[in-house]
T-cell receptor
Framework: AQKVTQAQTEISVVEKEDVTLDCVYE???????LFWYKQPPSGELVFLIR??????QNEISGRYSWNFQKSTSSFNFTITASQVVDSAVYFC????????????FGRGTSLIVHP | EAGVTQSPTHLIKTRGQQATLRCSPI?????VYWYQQALGLGLQFLLW???????NRGNFPPRFSGRQFPNYSSELNVNALELEDSALYLC???????????FGPGTRLTVT
């Protein structure tokens, strides 16, 4: 069985603060994929990143960065200098061979960025 | 390039009725996925269609069904609607590669 835990239900920050969204996953498979999606108030999920289990290299894309650590089964997402437009619900997801690669999503973290 | 489209945006039905939701994938994508996002429950996988065939389904009763047409668009049908079926239904598509899915804006179904 696979599981994704996003322990932070809601985070509230003031614009320009840095914020880290936590994601902890569980799987028995050695081959798996991790994702982050953003869901703004409009409802549409926006794909942010995919990382496979063999690539632990951290990634930076503009103000976004991801820290993948297999030792702690975590795939955390950091937004640097947050902006009001970052306000959304962020979902972490896991796909693995044992789950027929059907994504399992976490419950999501609601990020509110105040001006 | 046009993204995944879904119709209708909103749908209001009465308990016991049937609902039909539609999804058009990104051009070139052959796989379509359906998810239910009920309040407080996160995203739950419903169905996966690829090349016209149902490839997998989540833990939902048989009254949730669907199909994929030759042009890869898809329908989700929910029969005998229950109040707890009220949710946002999201469709996603991928180019046969299940690892990267692109989502549509969703259909919000309200059952009264």
């Amino acid at each position: 069985a696979q599981k994704v835990t996003q322990a932070q239900t809601e985070i509230s920050v003031v614009e320009k603060e840095d914020v880290t969204l936590d994601c902890v996953y569980e799987t028995r498979d050695t081959t798996y994929y991790l994702f982050w999606y953003k869901q703004p108030p409009s409802g549409e999920l926006v794909f942010l990143i995919r990382r496979n289990s063999f690539d632990e290299q951290n990634e930076i894309s503009g103000r976004y960065s991801w820290n993948f650590q297999k030792s702690t089964s975590s795939f955390n997402f950091t937004i640097t200098a947050s902006q009001v437009v970052d306000s959304a619900v962020y979902f972490c997801a896991l796909s693995s061979s044992g789950g027929s690669y059907i994504p399992t999503f976490g419950r999501g973290t609601s990020l509110i960025v105040h001006p | 390039e046009a993204g995944v489209t879904q119709s209708p945006t909103h749908l209001i039905k009465t308990r016991g009725q049937q609902a039909t939701l539609r999804c058009s994938p990104i051009s070139g994508h052959t796989s379509v996925y359906w998810y239910q996002q009920a309040l407080g429950l996160g995203l739950q996988f419903l169905l996966w269609y690829d090349e016209g065939e149902e490839r997998n389904r989540g833990n939902f009763p048989p009254r949730f069904s669907g199909r994929q047409f030759p042009n890869y668009s898809s329908e989700l049908n929910v029969n005998a609607l229950e109040l707890e079926d009220s949710a946002l239904y999201l469709c996603a598509s991928s180019p046969g590669d299940w690892t990267e899915q692109y989502f549509g804006p969703g259909t919000r179904l309200t059952v009264t």
